[in-house]
Structures are given as C-alpha cells and as structure tokens.
C-alpha cells in the first residue's frame, strides 16, 4: 500500500514589500517628534530649526499640529525660540496628526530613454555631492551596462533599481542605521545599510542623466515592529513630475501608504535640527531625536492590479527533484506597473522568494521560477501546495504531486526548460501555433516511436523556418493553413522523458515540449523459491515462490508441468504464491517444472520455466516394486500390440487338389 503525504511549508516573509499596511490605499497617522536638551539653565537665548518632520504633499495631507509655544512654522523648518531659561532641562516636542496615501503616479505611455532636456529645475538633482559619487568611473560603469541598450525610461529606472536590490547585501535589522559609507563603497563592497543602498541608487540614476532625490522619513516595518526612519528615492520622469522608487523595500514606482515624508535633499545627509544659543560659557547637551508614529486607523483595501495564473511545468514528479514554475502575469491596468511576486507556500525552504516584475500598460507576462523539492522516504506519494501572492493581493496556487516512484527531473532540465521558455516569450507577435505529440501515449521498448509536429499559421504571410528535433533539423515553408513534419523519436530503455522540440528562425522561437513515456518489458520472474528438495514418502510439502515483474503484463498463466495452477487477466508488481503438493506427484514427477506464460499489453508472448527437483525418499517396497512392474508390463503390452499390427498372418494356405 502506498501512502499520500502531504507537506506543508509556509514561508516566513523576508521582505517589507508584504507588510501589514501594504495594501492600505490610506492611514491615518499620529506622529510625535521630541528631544531632551539638559544644562540649559541660565541660557539666556535658545533657536531650534527642526527640519525633520512630516509634510503636506500630493500624498500626504497634515490633518492638526502641535508646536511648542514661540514657534514659526516654515516651509523647509519649525523655529522655535526659548529665551531666558530657569530650569536644567528642556522637553522639545512636536506632534502631527496626517493622512497618508498609497502614492503611485500613473506612467500610460513610453517615455524615451535617454532624456533629452531636463528643466532647470531639476538640473541641482544630477549634481554628485559626497555621498552620491554619480561622477565616479565604476558607477557609471556599472549603472550603464546595468541599462544596456534599453530606450524606455521606465524600464531603464526598474533595471537599476532591481540590481541594486539584488545584489548589494543588506541586513534588515539595519533598516533604522544612519548613513556612514558613500556609494563607491556600497558598489564595490556589495553591502550596506538602508540608506547606503538609496544613495546608490541615486547615483546610478544621476551618473546617466536621470536627476532623484533622497527622501528620509519613517515607514512601517514588521521587524521593529512598528515605524522606524527609513530612506528612498524620488526620480523625474518627464511629464509626470517625481516619482518614488523604494528599492529598499522592492517598491518600484511607488511606495506604500506607512511612508511618511519627512525631507527631500540633493543631498544624502543633513542636520535634522540645529540648536543656536547665547549664555556665555554654558554648553547645552542635546539629547537624541526620538520620533513615535503609530497607526490611528486604516482605510480600504486597494483594487487588484494584476492577475496572476501559476502553472506547474511538471507534475508527478521524483523526490529531489527541481521543479520548474511558469507564472503568467496580467496587467489589469493602462498604467506600467511593478508588483513583486512572493512564495508563500512551497514544497521547501527557498533561498530568495521575491521576484519583482515590470510589466507595461495591459501587457501579460511569462517568469519562471525553479523551487527544489525535498528527499523524502520511499513508498509514499507526497502532495505541497505551491503559493504566490503578489504587492497588490493577488494570488494562485497548485498542487504538485512528487514520489520516489516518478520521474526525476534535474536542475540543469528545469534551467534549460526556463531558458527556452524565457526565449519564446521575447517573440514578436506572430499567427503560428505549433505543437508536438509522439504518435502513442507509450511504447515498450523494442517498439518504433514517431514524432508528429505540426504548424497552424493563421496568417497569409508565409514563414521560412527550421523545425529541429534533438540533433535533426528540417527546413520548412510555413503557408497559410496546417502542416506535418515527421521526426523518429529514439527510445531510452524502460523510463519517461521529456524532449523538447523547436520551431525558430526570422526572430521567431517556439518550444513544444512532451513526454515518450517507455514501459520496460513486463520480464516476469520466479524469486525466492522454497521448497525441501528431498521429502518423505507419504507426507505433504509445498512450494513458496514470488513471481515478479517490472510493468504490467496480461493473461499471465502458472503451471507445474502441464497442470494450470493460476491465471490473471492483468497482472504487475510482485506477489507470493504457495503450491501444496503429495509426495506421491513428485515420486511419479521427480524432474518437474513451474512454467509461465503471459503476454504485454502490445500481444507480444512471453513464457519461461523454473526447474523443481525433488527427491522421495523411503517409498513402501509394494510402492517400489509395483511401479517398476507396472514399467515391465505396460512394455511387453506394448510389445504384443506392436507385433500383431505390423506381423499378422494373412489368410490361411487351402489344401491343394
């Protein structure tokens, strides 16, 4: 009996791009901004210019403030004034009350990469400053073959803000640290911390001619948990203005609605707050700014913006295999739109389950992913569900089924396969449709298997192409309508494979893959036969034996010598059997056989035999005896038979006359 498993991994998020508020199209925030200042007494003038503190913006709206008393309230600041002060220490505070929105700014067409004329307006944001070198050989270097020969904006931003997050390693308990190393040495060390990775970023944006700026403030996390001071982009993108870029968090386009804005500079670090005072030799001490944010209330939910449809591209598959993953995405949108794709269930632990994805106004895209399956014990058939959500809530699952018994599938098979699939989907639009199927569901392996490809082209353009086969290729001329093309499929003995054949040429690749499926001959055989080769006259015995086969086999018939024991209509795997016997058969039939027959499932006749010696021992002399003159008399029976058929007289002589 085979047993079904099933295994059940939830993935622990790795990623702020699923957090609580992620989705949340607005919150509604209190935030409190203090500082303790100590030996200010006797200062007979004290200034303070915050300028760090929530802003009223396109997405963000100061709903009530409270400012200490004295207080002027900038655009850029808070000054605030204290004069002739009594006591030792003085409790700075702020607080806001704000409404955040999900900020995404809809991007319907194309714009062309590189720009051409930035307004002046926008030229400060290009300038390198000491922390974002956009002036340094490596990072433009870098960023440009990051780029390539890529001519749309949008596109050209998300490649450089996906490698970023890809490849410079960070910690995400560092989210909260100041900034201390330039972009130079985030790129050539490969790992910084939050704003590290922003001011890379933006230098690679300046270093082509793309002005952003850093933005700090305060976003959700579940890690703290709560709210901590975090660091992202603004990037200009001409016709639209500023639009945010969190590559920190994965968020390419837009940012969530726990991203409060607190500053924008050309500039990476600045002071937050700047004390002037008057009182002689007295030195104030400032203490640390602390800065509280909690969630007040949530609003709904934002729409789907993308459809997400999972494909298992094998299924029945080995234990310890590589399982390779099709994901088809749909923008719901006429906007371009990055969402991130995030495992959260699976048959294992994987490494990296984040996977962000551009995909422009109403377009569908294909991306794969390889997810390894575990080594498990033999004998049991285990099922997982396989999970994914995307940024905006979307989400599809399958259920794949794997044994020791199935099919293995290798990691190089998965990879090759998700290459040529990654190909195919880079084609231009074309009418052709093109698939391929052996000519049976399976063969044994003496048989000949036929490949039949064939091509519908729907169009009235006619296409000259190459369709290949393993190592075969075959020029053909594609008009409008259906055609055949024949390949011979070799056979590998007794297993399932999976072949790949290809239609390609004029920019077009297109990938069939199937399945040949060969049986092994059933090649029944007798195992572990037991019997007592010498046996007393008079008792009973019996025969054990297995009968083994390694596929299914059909009127499979057992027999000792000439007499039908057993017979199946269908007959597989392996199964005991047991024969009693009388000494006195085996007396009379001391060399004996156990012979079978059967047929497989193509009608082509097997049969084999097992000898079955046995010796009888201490036989009665009447038993001996009357055997032996059974033998004598049946002979001369025999004899006189034969001499009257062959030696009759024939009629007697008359007398003569």
């Known amino acids: 009996m085979r047993w079904l498993v099933l295994v059940f991994l939830l993935i622990v998020p790795v990623s702020f791009a699923f957090e609580s508020y992620h989705t949340s199209s607005s919150v509604s925030l209190e935030t409190e901004i203090s500082s303790r200042i100590s030996n200010v007494n006797n200062v007979q003038m004290l200034k303070i210019n915050l300028s760090f503190f929530p802003r009223n913006s396109e997405f963000q709206e100061i709903t009530n403030e409270i400012l200490p008393a004295n207080s002027d309230r900038k655009t850029d600041y808070i000054f605030t004034e204290y004069e002739d002060i009594d006591y030792d220490e003085l409790d700075y505070n702020v607080e806001f009350n704000l409404v955040s929105d999900?900020?995404?700014?809809?991007?319907?067409?194309?714009?062309?990469?590189?720009?051409?004329?930035?307004?002046?307006?926008?030229?400060?944001?290009?300038?390198?400053?000491?922390?974002?070198?956009?002036?340094?050989?490596?990072?433009?270097?870098?960023?440009?073959?990051?780029?390539?020969?890529?001519?749309?904006?949008?596109?050209?931003v998300f490649k450089l803000g996906e490698w970023a997050h890809e490849n410079i390693n960070y910690s995400l308990e560092t989210l909260t640290e100041e900034l201390t190393q330039d972009s130079i040495w985030v790129l050539e060390n490969k790992k910084?911390?939050?704003?590290?990775?922003?001011?890379?970023?933006?230098?690679?944006?300046?270093?082509?001619?793309?002005?952003?700026?850093?933005?700090s403030g305060q976003a959700y996390t579940s890690l703290i948990p709560g709210f901590g001071n975090h660091a992202w982009a603004e990037v200009y993108f001409p016709g639209k203005g500023w639009v945010p870029f969190d590559v920190t968090?994965?968020?390419?386009?837009?940012?969530?609605?726990?991203?409060?804005?607190?500053?924008?500079?050309?500039?990476?670090?600045?002071?937050?707050?700047?004390?002037?005072?008057?009182?002689?030799?007295?030195?104030?001490?400032?203490?640390?700014?602390?800065?509280?944010?909690?969630?007040?209330?949530?609003?709904?939910?934002?729409?789907?913006?993308?459809?997400?449809?999972?494909?298992?591209?094998?299924?029945?598959?080995?234990?310890?295999?590589?399982?390779?993953v099709e994901i088809e995405l749909e923008n719901l949108g006429d906007y371009y739109i990055a969402t991130t794709l995030q495992i959260t269930k699976s048959a294992s632990s994987i490494e990296n389950n984040l996977k962000p994805v551009l995909l422009k106004p109403k377009e569908s895209k294909k991306v794969y992913w390889i997810i390894p399956l575990p080594e498990l014990d033999h004998g049991f058939i285990y099922t997982s569900e396989i999970e994914m959500v995307d940024f905006f809530g979307s989400s599809d699952s399958e259920t794949v089924e794997y044994s020791d018994d199935y099919p293995y599938y290798s990691l190089q098979e998965a990879e090759d396969k998700v290459y040529s699939l990654s190909l195919e989907n880079r084609n231009p639009e074309s009418g052709l449709d093109f698939f391929c199927n052996p000519d049976k569901i399976s063969y044994y392996d003496y048989q000949n298997a036929t490949l039949i490809c064939k091509v519908i082209n729907s169009e009235t353009k006619n296409y000259d192409l190459d369709l290949c086969f393993l190592e075969e290729c075959k020029g053909v001329q594609?008009?409008?309508?259906e055609m055949q093309v024949i390949f011979n499929i070799p056979l590998s003995?007794?297993?399932?494979?999976?072949?790949n054949s290809q239609l390609r040429g004029s920019g077009i690749i297109k990938n069939s893959y199937f399945d040949v499926n060969v049986i092994p001959s059933p090649n029944l055989r007798i195992a572990k036969m037991e019997y007592s080769?010498?046996?007393?006259?008079?008792?009973?015995?019996?025969?054990?034996?297995?009968?083994?086969?390694?596929?299914?086999?059909?009127?499979?018939?057992?027999?000792?010598?000439?007499?039908?024991?057993?017979?199946?209509?269908?007959?597989?795997?392996?199964?005991?059997?047991?024969?009693?016997?009388?000494?006195?058969?085996?007396?009379?039939?001391?060399?004996?056989?156990?012979?079978?027959?059967?047929?497989?499932?193509?009608?082509?006749e097997y049969n084999f035999e097992e000898d079955v010696v046995m010796d009888v021992t201490n036989a009665p002399f009447y038993i001996a005896v009357g055997y032996w003159w059974f033998l004598i008399l049946g002979a001369i029976i025999a004899t006189v038979i034969l001499r009257r058929k062959f030696f009759r007289f024939k009629d007697a002589p008359k007398p003569r006359h």
């Not at 594609?478 to 309508?481: A, H, L």
């Not at 003995?493 to 072949?499: D, R």
């Open 102 to 156: 999900f900020e995404f700014k809809e991007i319907k067409s194309k714009i062309f990469f590189p720009i051409e004329d930035v307004p002046e307006e926008y030229e400060p944001y290009l300038i390198a400053t000491d922390y974002i070198n956009s002036d340094d050989d490596l990072v433009e270097q870098t960023a440009s073959e990051i780029i390539g020969d890529e001519d749309d904006l949008y596109e050209a």
């Open 192 to 215: 910084g911390v939050c704003d590290e990775l922003t001011v890379l970023f933006i230098a690679m944006l300046r270093s082509q001619g793309i002005p952003a700026k850093f933005i």
């Open 249 to 324: 968090y994965g968020q390419y386009g837009y940012v969530d609605a726990t991203h409060i804005k607190m500053k924008e500079s050309v500039f990476a670090r600045e002071t937050s707050i700047r004390y002037i005072w008057s009182s002689g030799d007295i030195q104030i001490s400032p203490g640390n700014i602390n800065i509280t944010t909690n969630v007040v209330s949530e609003e709904s939910k934002m729409d789907r913006k993308v459809n997400i449809n999972i494909n298992l591209l094998r299924n029945e598959i080995k234990t310890g295999s590589s399982l390779p």
């Open 478 to 481: 594609i008009e409008k309508g």
């Open 493 to 499: 003995n007794g297993e399932t494979k999976e072949y």
């Open 533 to 604: 080769s010498t046996i007393t006259y008079g008792s009973d015995g019996e025969i054990l034996f297995s009968l083994d086969s390694q596929s299914p086999a059909k009127e499979v018939t057992i027999k000792l010598n000439n007499k039908k024991l057993f017979y199946f209509e269908a007959y597989d795997g392996s199964d005991n059997f047991e024969i009693p016997f009388s000494s006195s058969y085996f007396y009379r039939h001391r060399d004996s056989k156990i012979r079978v027959s059967y047929k497989d499932f193509n009608d082509a």
